[in-house]
């Protein structure tokens, strides 16, 4: 049965643990309340509704656009002014806007990664290591399909990331 958006208030505190005193259903539920975690309308507890955040402005979308098209060699945060032909302190605002908005993973401080590049990589990584187990420096440099400019900077976000554990020059699912 798929989760209902709505929920009767003691229905909910029902399917808690029986250990769990009312008092303290309520508390968690206040403090949910004050976070914007939860919406109460009398005896109904819902997820709050969701207000879409703000619009890209032009240039954050070109920038994003240029990312996904860069994939896994884009050029250094400081090339890419000289790149798209702006200036580099609103580049550098747009940029830090796009990783607030995960719209952009910075990989390392000079090295930022369009953020469906980096999950489709997360995704062929993690299949390639169910298959094989581990992965070497090659048999990664063949996957990312990138020089090792770019492969050892993913080959390491991917380990500060747990995904992958080195062990030696090999990787391991983590």
Do not use: C, N
Not at 80 to 101: F, I, N, S
Not at 124 to 150: M, N, V
Not at 153 to 173: C, H, N, Q, S
């Amino acid at each position: 049965e798929p989760p209902r958006a709505e929920l009767p208030r003691e229905e909910l505190r029902q399917r808690l643990p029986a250990a769990l005193p009312a008092r303290a259903f309520d508390a968690v539920l206040d403090g949910l309340r004050a976070r914007g975690l939860v919406a109460i309308a009398g005896e109904a507890v819902r997820r709050p509704a969701t207000t879409p955040g703000p619009a890209m402005t032009p240039l954050e979308a070109e920038l994003a656009s240029r990312f996904a098209s860069w994939a896994l060699e884009p050029p250094r945060p400081k090339e890419v002014p000289a790149a798209v032909g702006k200036p580099e302190p609103a580049v550098r605002t747009a940029l830090d806007k796009l990783v607030a908005a995960r719209r952009l993973v910075k990989v390392k401080p000079d090295l930022y990664v369009d953020a469906d590049t980096i999950a489709a990589l997360k995704a062929k990584l993690l299949a390639y290591l169910d298959a094989h187990r581990e992965i070497t420096p090659q048999a990664w440099k063949d996957l990312t399909g990138t020089s090792r400019k770019f492969s050892i900077p993913l080959a390491e976000y991917f380990d500060a990331e747990k995904v992958t554990l080195r062990v030696g020059e090999i990787r391991r699912r983590r």
